[in-house]
């Protein structure tokens, strides 16, 4: 079950992150208009930004699984779980600073 929503975070950031055929862009689009939130940034910039969290999480995941499946024991890795983490709320802290910036600025020269 760990490495099947593994590779979901992995594949859905890949798919936010690169945006085949557009995918991404509608998706953020439709939830967008219907969340209510007005940003003045493009689907495709929005798109990127929340990508990469998602990537981060899914390599983690599976690369926790493979040192698991390697043999590494359990309690080996707990002391790196705060660092993961950090490293999380940093990339997410980031997207939104992004997001937020690139809003500011391009509500006020419109």
Partial sequence: MFTVVGAVFFMGGLIFFFDPF????????????MSGTRTYVSERFM????????????CVMLVARVLLALGVEADA????????????????????????????HRKDSQ
């Fill in 22 to 33: 557009g995918m991404a862009e509608k998706y953020i689009r439709a939830t967008s208009s």
């Fill in 77 to 104: 890795l707990m002391p790196l779980l705060p660092v993961v983490v950090l490293a999380f709320m940093v990339l997410v802290g980031r997207a939104v600073v992004a997001i937020y910036h690139a809003s500011s």
């Fill in 47 to 58: 798109s990127r930004r929340v990508g990469t969290p998602m990537v981060f999480v899914g």
